[in-house]
């Protein structure tokens, strides 16, 4: 099983779009696995069955009109929290969980912390993608990166396309 969960808020607005193209590749393959997808800025999307049409550009307006606080604020914590809950909380079971998120979040760090605690119990992995990881003076200085570390099994910037190929690589070793 495989669940991607993309940040769409206004700090993840120059990254969003090629996020979900990649996420919306993954959910066109059909070689005996349909992952699901899941977008989110101040509350969670499912945008799995947008994403599956043919056409890139349509499938990324439908997501776009489906996420309608796509730009806005940060609710990461309670997001994660949210794809806990049914009836997405069984897809996790399992699964390789794939996070695209800068981790800054409006939510206090705690929140996090103890959906991403629930998440590891019921999750075989997580992945998190962080663009701005590639930056040389990167630091996970925001409270909610600091905190999530610590639960994440692979942990890589994704910010160009050797970050892609880092990630592949990874996914193909777990």
């Not at 700090?11 to 590749?25: E, F, I, K, N």
């Not at 101040?42 to 796509?70: F, I, Q, Y």
């Not at 003076?137 to 970050?163: E, K, N, Q, R, T």
Request: charged letters at 20%; hydrophobic letters at 50%; a positive charge.
């Amino acid at each position: 099983r495989l669940v991607l969960v993309c940040d769409v808020s206004r700090s993840m607005q120059p990254y969003a779009g090629v996020y979900l193209h990649l996420m919306r590749a993954t959910a066109l393959r059909q070689e005996g696995f349909r992952p699901e997808v899941f977008a989110f800025s101040t509350t969670l999307t499912r945008v799995t069955a947008v994403l599956a049409h043919r056409s890139p550009e349509l499938a990324l307006a439908r997501a776009n009109a489906k996420v309608s606080d796509r730009f806005g604020g940060t609710h990461l914590g309670a997001s994660i929290a949210e794809l806990l809950r049914a009836p997405h909380g069984s897809a996790l079971r399992g699964a390789v969980v794939v996070i695209a998120s800068d981790g800054w979040d409006s939510d206090p760090p705690d929140v996090l912390a103890h959906a991403l605690a629930r998440l590891k119990r019921r999750a075989a992995q997580l992945v998190w993608l962080n663009p701005r990881a590639a930056a040389p003076d990167f630091a996970p200085l925001a409270g909610s990166m600091a905190v999530a570390l610590p639960y994440c099994d692979v942990f890589l910037p994704a910010h160009s396309l050797s970050g892609l190929r880092d990630l592949f690589d990874a996914l193909a070793r777990l």
